[in-house]
């Protein structure tokens, strides 16, 4: 039935796609088809509860993120300019994306080798010139950027995946949605990040089917890797 399938793309018009081929074969709206971010914010909210005790959360965009980074960075007497703003900003996105999130860090700790790894290969597209101090108050600043976000009920995009994997640690949760899904379909498969694996791999009973090209890896910036699948 198409209520128990979770079919997913990464890009709205693909996603439209597969939703308009399975109602013309069934004359029903599958509820689990469309990108990443669109079925695990559909997820969330059907569990806000669970994370958010006002039961209510705002996504918020760019411009959003660029203020409250420049504010943060103002605070601890770091230059809020073009340069630092960006880097803070890429390196939190990376953190989400490979699914370490800024409550599991402690202000003194090394990052392990595997991690610094991902982050040497993720900053290396592009060589911008920033103050030395956004790198090492990072987790510091990552912290503040979370509390505030948490504080006034917010997410950004990287946050509808790792809440998503943070929820599904809730085994309950986990085995209720698990146990809906008879068969979970990843379109570009060639394009999931950590993050992305660790929900699947919650989710998936031997009944994944992953499709991909490795060939056509477009999002290594963001964490992706052929290794991943």
């Not at 760019?62 to 880097?87: E, H, R, S």
Request: proline share 2%; charged share 25%; aromatic share 8%.
């Amino acid at each position: 039935r198409p209520q128990e399938i979770l079919m997913t793309t990464f890009t709205n018009k693909a996603a439209k796609d597969m939703l308009f081929k399975i109602m013309e074969r069934t004359n029903q709206i599958p509820p689990y088809v469309g990108t990443m971010h669109s079925l695990f914010l559909k997820i969330l909210r059907e569990n806000v509860n669970l994370l958010f005790p006002s039961k209510r959360f705002t996504i918020i965009d760019d411009p959003d993120k660029k203020k409250i980074v420049k504010n943060i960075l103002l605070g601890k007497q770091i230059t809020a300019n073009a340069n630092n703003t960006k880097y803070l900003l890429g390196r939190i996105s990376k953190f989400k994306n490979f699914g370490i999130a800024s409550e599991t860090l402690r202000q003194s700790q090394e990052l392990n080798l595997e991690e610094e790894k991902y982050l040497e290969m993720i900053l290396e597209d592009e060589i911008i010139i920033i103050d030395s101090s956004v790198k090492e108050k990072f987790i510091s600043l990552y912290q503040s950027y979370q509390d505030i976000l948490k504080t006034n009920n917010l997410v950004d995009l990287d946050d509808l995946l790792l809440l998503t994997h943070k929820l599904f640690e809730n085994e309950a949760i986990r085995k209720r949605y698990s146990n809906n899904f008879k068969a979970i379909m990843v379109d570009e498969a060639q394009d999931l990040n950590v993050v992305q694996m660790k929900i699947l791999n919650q989710l998936g009973r031997e009944n994944i089917c992953l499709i991909g090209d490795d060939c056509q890896n477009i999002y290594t910036w963001r964490g992706s890797s052929n290794d991943l699948v």
